[in-house]
């Protein structure tokens, strides 16, 4: 499972960086909304397995309460899965 969570956490942050990084700018100031269509979707399941998987294996890893709000809290800040994967996983995959 472990394995699992590194490349679901190693995708969403690829995925939110595309989004964030040349999805919104496409959208918003190249009037192409085609990326933002693309990745949001894929993106959206990414950021829901991650979630799901950091609770699933909070107890195996031994996170106290503190660092599983951090794990959780950093799918929501962009490069914030590869801190994850580096600090806690000890590994980027």
């Given amino acids: 499972m472990l394995k699992i ?9 690829v995925s939110y960086i595309l989004l964030l ?3 919104v700018p ?8 085609a990326v ?5 979707m894929p993106h959206g399941m990414l950021f829901l397995a991650y979630i799901v998987m950091a609770l699933v294996i909070r107890s195996e890893m031994k ?3 503190k660092t599983t709000l951090g794990v959780l809290a950093a799918s929501l800040v962009p490069f914030g899965t590869f801190y994850v ?6 590994s980027y995959i």
Avoid: H, Q, R
């Fill in 5 to 13: 969570f590194k490349i679901t956490s190693f995708l969403e942050g």
């Fill in 21 to 23: 990084f040349v999805g």
């Fill in 26 to 33: 496409l959208k918003y100031f190249g009037d192409n909304p």
């Fill in 36 to 40: 933002v269509k693309a990745l949001g």
């Fill in 63 to 65: 996170w106290d309460i």
């Fill in 85 to 90: 994967n580096k600090k806690y996983l000890g």
